[in-house]
């Protein structure tokens, strides 16, 4: 059973840093491109940032680009994204996911197999 479990949202002031983690199992890590999205009230889910399986090159969403950041540990099936500078138009519900295709090639990828999210607020 593939499953996705993301963890280390919070609330944190503006300036701050979270670091998230996605743990995965029932599939090898190893092979598969894994990215996080983000929900705000009343918007569309987008994508922030992926991580390749064979290169680990990222993708990263212009507006998070030089704030943060995508790594992947596959001994210990963990993905996780640093967020550091954040702003109040960060707070969302952070999701990881499988992609598909299994790259993230220039941001044209969607969302697999899903976690259940975990609520970043940044605020004062």
């Known amino acids: 059973q593939v499953q996705l479990v993301e963890s280390g949202g919070g609330l944190v002031q503006p300036g701050g840093s979270l670091r998230l983690s996605c743990v995965t199992s029932g599939f090898t890590m190893d092979y598969y491109a894994i990215a996080w999205f983000r929900q705000a009230p009343g918007k569309e889910r987008e994508a922030v940032s992926c991580?390749?399986?064979?290169?680990?090159?990222?993708y990263d969403a212009d507006s998070v680009k030089g704030r943060f950041t995508i790594s992947r540990d596959n001994a210990k099936n963990t993905v996780y994204l640093q967020m550091n500078s954040l702003k109040p138009e960060d707070t969302a519900i952070y999701y990881c996911?499988?992609?598909?295709?299994?790259?993230?090639?220039?941001?044209?990828?969607?969302?697999?197999?899903w976690g259940q999210g975990t609520q970043v607020t940044v605020s004062s």
């Open positions: 996911a499988t992609t598909s295709p299994n790259r993230c090639d220039g941001g044209t990828f969607s969302g697999f197999y």
């Open positions: 991580i390749n399986h064979s290169d680990s090159t990222t």
